[in-house]
């Protein structure tokens, strides 16, 4: 057999481990003739098995500490700890082995402090070196064709991220920027920290960078914004790492490089939770979602999961979706009793059975249509699966006992100008004022646009920029509030903790958005120029369209919570055999197709809702109108 091949079978940890012992074996040797060395006139001598127990105490630490988990090729500081671990509790282990086999007889004490040091620096510098070889080697092979590039942000992560990069023959790192004045003319890994921030522009092309890596996943939405603006002004690409949030909810990888997301923009700073509150909410409770495979209430779904409800239902009606979300959980929560049911919310025969064999505990009621321009002329679907529907679902957890009952509302529904909006305020009419006729509690959550979700203007822009624009704006001036699928999700969760029966709960939306900068913002993060790449045309206000949106009506009269974010509206109480007259007329209305009577109810319901607002494409409605017809 060849040397080679003898090598090849022989396993790397095989290798190392001999390495280490006869390191250890070569450091005492050196530790006992230094001590002798100093007094010339004592002779060095070695006991008959003082190597062996030398060998087998110090092998037994080394395996103990965990050294041989480690890896050569990235030694680090870690490593070196526990090679110095080593060397201090193999030196106690000798002692404790010489002095049982022969009293210490001939091993002068000062051996004994010796050793360690010895033995970290024969241990230690062959991995540094071993690794400093294979960098430099990487470098010399990669970085002919690597990119250069500017790390943002001497921080933690920038740092890893740095480390990384010098093995990835894409990128090499030019340096550093960062704005904290203790870093001026420092260096990590090796790398200058070159300046501030506001000096981005000059140094970037002073050092004749390629590309900018932003590495501030701690960074707030304002910092964010700042940072992103000096980097479109320096005319370069530039990526991000993923944000805190994402990383902790396993939505990517600490070290992932990624296009910067509008998301990363309009989001804001992390929300502070009472998980303890949440979680005595649904841990162990038999929890119900309708339209669970949408946009919402599947991230409900998934927050839900990790809160160790009892049983997850899921009602959908869309097969896609249904299987998409069934799918996810399955793998991501086996212990989960999961339940995905294919219905309609408003097929009460197949709702009342699901209700019977289920007995949720909780209920969120996420399935709706929302899409405002196309349900203009659709009048009785709205109607029947934005009020009608919720109706039966609320009547339904009433009868079966559920303890609370949860409406994902909207801001349109807020002084309404679009159908979409008055039924939806139909349906928070219902389940507040049957809150008093019930032991359930009945929730409702009012949040305008949700960053990304189906039919919302951020996937359509994304698309129309794909497709080469234009990119079309129906106001220069329109504006609307934005958050997360997430952060909505989360704070669904919390006001279902805060309410105990026919409150309105509204989200903090923060500063509302211009959707005209929100489409300049957009393409610039395409890499295009607003205008001149991608032109913006400007379409009209659409059939029910605001040019602004609102979170409450004026005469709710609303207040602060125990949570910064969640804001509490009063509701007004409607006489409940009018409204139970009213619906029913509705329901004959529905079941004969006869919309001329439907708008009615609803005119009957809503005495201040327009017909003509919500017809006319042209009129701008304003949302400072006070609603002070209406019978609530």
Sequence with gaps: MSLRKLIGIIHPRTAVVVHDLAMACLAWWIAKTLRYALKPDEVVSFGLLEFPVVLGMQGLMFYWTGLYKGVWRFASLPDLWNILCGAIMGVLAIYLGLFLYHRMEGVPRSVLLIYPVILTALLGAPRLAYRFWKDSRLDLFQTRVARRVLIVGANRAGEALSRDLRHDGRYSVVGFVDDKSNLRGASINGYPVLGRLDQLVELARESAVEMLLIAMPGASTMEMRRVVELCDSTGLPYRTLPRLDDVVAGRAQFNEIKEVAIEDLLGRDAVELDWTAIRETLTGRRVMITGGGGSIGSELCRQVARLGAQSLIIAEQSEYNLYRITSELRADFPELILEGVLVDCGDTVAMRKLFAESKPQVV????????????????????????????????????????????????????????????????????????????????????????????????????????????????????????????????????????????????????????????????????????????????????????????????????????????????????????????????????SYNEEELRRCVSSLLPSFRWSDAAQPDNVVSIRRVESGESQ
């Design 364 to 591: 969120f009621h996420a399935a709706a249509y929302k899409h405002v321009p196309m349900l203009q002329g659709q009048l009785r679907a709205a109607f029947r699966n934005n009020a009608l529907v919720t109706r039966g679902m609320a009547d339904l957890s009433h009868e079966f006992g559920v303890e609370c009952f949860v409406l994902i509302s909207t801001d349109k529904a807020v002084n309404p100008t679009s159908v979409m909006g008055a039924c939806k305020r139909v349906a928070e009419i219902y389940c507040q004022n049957l809150n008093a006729h019930s032991d359930t509690r009945f929730i409702t959550v009012r949040f305008g646009n949700v960053l990304d979700s189906a039919g919302s203007v951020v996937p359509l822009f994304r698309q129309q920029i794909r497709d080469g624009g234009p990119i079309t704006v129906t106001h220069p001036e329109m504006t609307r509030y934005f958050m997360t699928i997430p952060e909505a999700c989360q704070l669904i969760l919390q006001a279902s903790c805060l309410g105990r029966g026919s409150e309105i709960f509204a989200l903090d939306m923060g500063e509302p958005v211009k959707i005209r900068d929100l489409a300049e913002q957009m393409i610039r993060l395409a890499g295009k120029k607003p205008g001149s790449e991608i032109p913006i045309v400007y379409t009209g206000l659409r059939a029910g369209e605001k040019l602004f949106e609102e979170l409450f009506h004026a005469l709710e009269n609303y207040s602060a919570t125990a949570h910064a974010k969640i804001f509490l509206a009063q509701h007004r109480e409607v006489s409940w055999e009018l409204l139970q007259a009213l619906l029913s007329r509705a329901v004959e209305a529905c079941a």
